[in-house]
């Protein structure tokens, strides 16, 4: 016996069929065969230089301006090209469905790029990168948070102390999509854009989680306001570098 749910996707498949964007597979948007081919291991670079380094962390000369301790990626933006249109669907095309996609990878590779980042396992919260509510209402989601539950799924299993918070990091100020604008600007446009909403103080250890880290500097600003707010160390994961 089918449920609702599943004569809704039944119907969606036959109406509209999706075929591996590398190797045209029927059924899913990026078999596992092509994701694991792609996969080297994770991508981790300087979160202020971009200095290409082996777990994430700022370099000696970057630590002093950058409110990361270090960001790790799973996937090259740039030179994976089926990355960036998986994400670009995703995300402004509210294929939703691609979510399932993001699980698996996350399942096969989160482990992998976590022990070579050498971050903690236990005492911290997973909070996505948020949204403002104007602009979640417009896309359906956010998908930072969609990735950020994932992952706090796949560590839940095998740690303690591990929290979920997608509710006190907020974006209060609707600001132009970040994409579109030069780095000096990008800052400008995120100034007073992020509040922490809870009196209480966030833990010491904090996951930020986002689609795509670029310049760097939404992911900078939320940190800041996180240690702000009292956390000690604030780490970024996403699933690509650009």
Known sequence: MFRGGEIVQLIKDCLFPIFCLDCQTEGEWWCKNCAQKSF???EFYCPVCHLKN???KSCFNCQAVSSLEAVAAFFNYQENKTVAELIRIFKYNLA???NTLWSQINLEFLYSVWQSGGWPYSGITIIPVPLHTKRQRERGFNQADLLAKNIFEILK??????EFDNLNLQRVKFTKQQAKLNRQERLVNLKDAFIWKEKKSPTANI???DDVFTSGATMQECARIL???GAQRVYGLV???D
Not at 157 to 162: A, E, P, S
């Open 40 to 42: 080297t291991g994770g």
């Open 54 to 56: 082996l777990n994430g």
């Open 96 to 98: 939703k469905d691609i």
């Open 157 to 162: 299993k095998d740690h303690q102390n591990i």
């Open 207 to 209: 996951i930020l989680v």
């Open 227 to 229: 240690k702000k707010a």
């Open 239 to 241: 699933m690509a570098r």
